[in-house]
């Protein structure tokens, strides 16, 4: 859901939140929106080989990425864990909404919201050899874009010759070889 359709949602006059959801839905007909145009919230970020510590943010590792707790104390592999009160932003600082709840610290998976800074690790998950073996390797990276490219930047600056990232999908362009228009789709 989109960052205007969260805060109409939290209009309490029904006649209001009727008024500004059609305008609104007025406005995306006129315009195009999308993960490039506008926040979605919150985008949050698995960071796999990250230890649980004691006020991440966590999700269980087989339940959803956006079922976020706060690890506020940690004993014998055990996280008690609150439920942060602000689901826009559930790194900043807030009261607890929920009742304290504890879960195995193997059972979990630190996350952080897009932009936050993260532990500086890539995982490369292949690479292709293209010459002899003396000659400079391809690697792959699968990665968030924004994350890659920051890691990359961090990690090793002044040692990448090319990068190639996934083009911009849903612009409209006619002179790509896939359907790029999804909304006539």
């Avoid at 008024?19 to 315009?31: F, M, S, V, Y």
């Avoid at 490369?124 to 390797?137: E, F, K, L, S, Y």
Wanted: proline residues 9%; hydrophobic residues 40%; contains cysteine.
């Amino acid at each position: 859901m989109s960052a205007i359709d969260t805060l109409i949602a939290q209009i309490s006059d029904p006649r209001l939140r009727e008024r500004l959801t059609a305008e609104w839905d007025n406005a995306k007909k006129e315009k195009k929106f999308g993960l490039v145009f506008e926040d979605h919230l919150p985008e949050l970020l698995p960071l796999h080989g990250a230890k649980p510590r004691k006020g991440d943010l966590v999700c269980r590792r087989q339940g959803a990425l956006k079922d976020v707790w706060q690890i506020k104390s940690i004993h014998a592999g055990v996280a008690t864990c609150v439920q942060p009160s602000n689901e826009a932003h559930p790194s900043e600082p807030t009261r607890a909404a929920a009742e304290p709840v504890q879960f195995p610290v193997d059972e979990l998976l630190v996350v952080r919201e897009f932009g936050e800074p993260i532990f500086p690790a890539l995982v490369p998950v292949d690479a292709v050899q293209n010459g002899p073996a003396d000659a400079p390797w391809h690697t792959l990276i699968e990665a968030d874009n924004y994350h890659a490219l920051q890691l990359l930047d961090y990690l090793y600056a002044g040692q990448v010759d090319c990068i190639y990232i996934d083009p911009p999908y849903n612009t409209g362009a006619r002179d790509w070889k896939y359907n790029n228009d999804l909304r006539r789709a």
